[in-house]
């Protein structure tokens, strides 16, 4: 694109007034400006999670342990969707540059399009994350703690394709993992016992539609969350050397079961993954990431309303696209570091 | 309607227009980054699933490897997506040159730090172990 800022302009005329010495409009300007400190934001993030791993002295997750889930598809898929969901914002951003392209010639039909579909992107990203999120919070199929201390020797790698079998010592608060299936009908169970519990609290009005809602049903589950064993439990499921147990060495840390120490899934006092930093920064961190694919979304429907309008075709070019689409890259470009780091790394 | 492009006394931001023949060549651009792009974080999520952590060279290479692949996406990004690569050089230093100073700095210290903790942290647990 050969224009105004390749032209070799004398310093004094350059700083001189009277134009732009950085051969840029004022909004676009303003752009940078908010990107770069907001660049330094994300990098200050990154760097406050790069710190709190370093510190922990238990192991760190590992990303394709921790998300392998597809929709529909179910688990066994290591990092799959999030790199559909990389690629999708890609796309995105590849859409967005054609609409600013388009924008260059004048050709209104053609910004239209790309923009649309820039925003179809947008959409299937926003939604990809909060399917994401939803895995992560339910857990897949949740863990308690070791009360006490217990030596078993486990199989490494998963039923379907057993490796060598190495010893653990387990201790106090090390955690032991449930089988998917199992983690779900175990927390079901306790659901329901909770249910039963509050049923017999005798809130008067209140407790009689508990009682209705849930009479045969919630004694029953309540009888069953003590006869529920599982038939496998898995060792360091998120991290290095997983391994499974079963038979007379699940037994044993079976016995060892900490009272009260179930934990489904992840929030921000606890979580099943492992250090609770590693939640808390994935909330946050790829939470105000998608709070900023939200706002571009917003900011995308506005600029296509305002296109489809004529408004940028009166005054006579698309810089308004070219600026949105700054930051719209500037989003990918955030994802590609998020990515990198909190899922590759 | 008042035109907000303007960066010269009268005259108007010359980049922002181009002919269908310029077109044709900055869509072919973006086609191949694209292409590339999408290579690298194939290449990227391979790497993921398939290298052990337990090999601890090759994994140490892995994560400098990821991290450099990083770099050369995010470089496409901004020079091709974002255009800085043709905007005028001191645009382009005032927006890059600050992650060389801070962010680098801001790595070292971060790090340092946080190996420093850990090391703070370490002998407790060594000391109890013995202590049993």
Redesign the interface.
């Given at each position: 694109?050969?224009?105004?800022?390749e032209k070799d302009i004398p310093k004094k005329e350059l700083w001189g007034g009277?134009?732009?010495?950085?051969?840029?409009?004022?909004?676009k300007m303003m752009m940078?400006y908010f990107?770069?400190s907001d660049?330094?934001t994300f990098?200050?993030l990154l760097?406050?999670y790069?710190?709190?791993?370093?510190?922990?002295?238990f192991p760190w997750p590992?990303?394709?342990q921790v998300f392998e889930g597809m929709p529909v598809l179910g688990s066994g898929y290591?990092?799959?969707y999030v790199?559909l969901m990389?690629?999708i914002l890609?796309?995105s951003?590849?859409t967005?540059?054609?609409a600013v392209?388009a924008g260059?010639?004048?050709h209104k039909p053609g910004v239209v399009r790309w923009l649309g579909w820039t925003i179809v992107g947008g959409f299937f990203f926003l939604g990809s994350q909060a399917w994401e999120w939803s895995h992560f919070i339910h857990g897949s199929g949740g863990a308690f703690k070791v009360a006490g201390e217990v030596t078993v020797t486990a199989t490494l790698g998963s039923p379907s394709s057993p490796g060598e079998t190495m010893t653990f010592t387990l201790k106090d608060d090390d955690m032991v993992f449930f089988d998917g299936d199992f983690g779900h009908e175990y927390e079901h169970a306790m659901h329901a016992g909770d249910h039963a519990d509050e049923g017999h609290d005798a809130h008067g009005h209140e407790a009689h539609g508990h009682e209705a809602e849930g009479e045969g049903h919630g004694e029953d589950a309540h009888v069953s969350l003590e006869n529920l064993k599982p038939e496998i439990l898995i060792l360091n499921k998120y991290t290095?050397n997983k391994a499974f147990v079963q038979g007379a060495e699940l037994e044993k840390i079976w016995k060892h079961k900490g009272e009260d120490t179930e934990v489904f899934g992840a929030n921000l006092s606890e979580n099943e993954y492992g250090p609770q930093q590693y939640a808390n920064f994935f909330f946050f961190v790829t939470g105000f990431h998608g709070f900023h694919v939200f706002s571009g979304v917003l900011i995308n429907i506005i600029v296509f309303l305002m296109v489809i309008k004529g408004v940028f075709e009166?005054?006579?070019?698309y810089?308004m696209v070219?600026k949105i689409?700054?930051y719209w890259?500037?989003v990918?470009?955030v994802w590609?570091?998020v990515?990198?780091f909190f899922?590759?790394? | 309607?008042e035109?907000?492009?303007?960066?010269?006394?009268d005259?108007?931001?010359?980049?922002?227009?181009?002919?269908?023949e310029?077109?044709v060549k900055?869509?072919k651009k973006?086609v191949f980054?694209?292409l590339l792009?999408?290579a690298i974080?194939?290449v990227?999520?391979m790497?993921?699933?398939f290298i052990k952590?337990?090999d601890t060279i090759g994994w140490e290479m892995t994560?400098w490897a990821?991290?450099l692949l990083?770099m050369v996406?995010?470089g496409y990004?901004?020079m091709?997506?974002?255009?800085l690569g043709?905007?005028?050089k001191?645009?382009r230093n005032?927006?890059i040159i600050?992650?060389f100073i801070?962010?680098l700095y801001?790595?070292f210290i971060?790090?340092t730090?946080?190996?420093s903790?850990?090391d703070l942290?370490?002998p407790d647990?060594v000391i109890e172990q013995v202590a049993e």
């Open positions: 694109m050969a224009g105004a800022a009277g134009r732009s010495p950085f051969g840029v409009t004022y909004g940078w990107l770069v660049a330094l990098g200050g760097i406050a790069g710190v709190s791993r370093h510190e922990v002295i590992i990303g394709e290591p990092l799959m790199a990389t690629f890609i796309v951003s590849v967005m540059v054609l392209e260059h010639r004048n290095e009166k005054r006579g070019h810089e070219e689409g700054l890259h500037f990918d470009l590609v570091f990515f990198t899922y590759l790394v | 309607m035109r907000d492009d303007l960066i010269v006394n005259q108007y931001a010359l980049d922002a227009h181009h002919s269908e310029d077109g900055i869509r973006i980054v694209t792009l999408t974080t194939f990227e999520v790497m993921g699933v952590r337990a994560k990821f991290i990083t996406k995010a990004i901004v091709t997506f974002m255009h043709d905007e005028r001191n645009l005032f927006i600050p992650y801070f962010i801001l790595i971060g790090l730090e946080g190996n903790v850990l942290r370490t647990t």
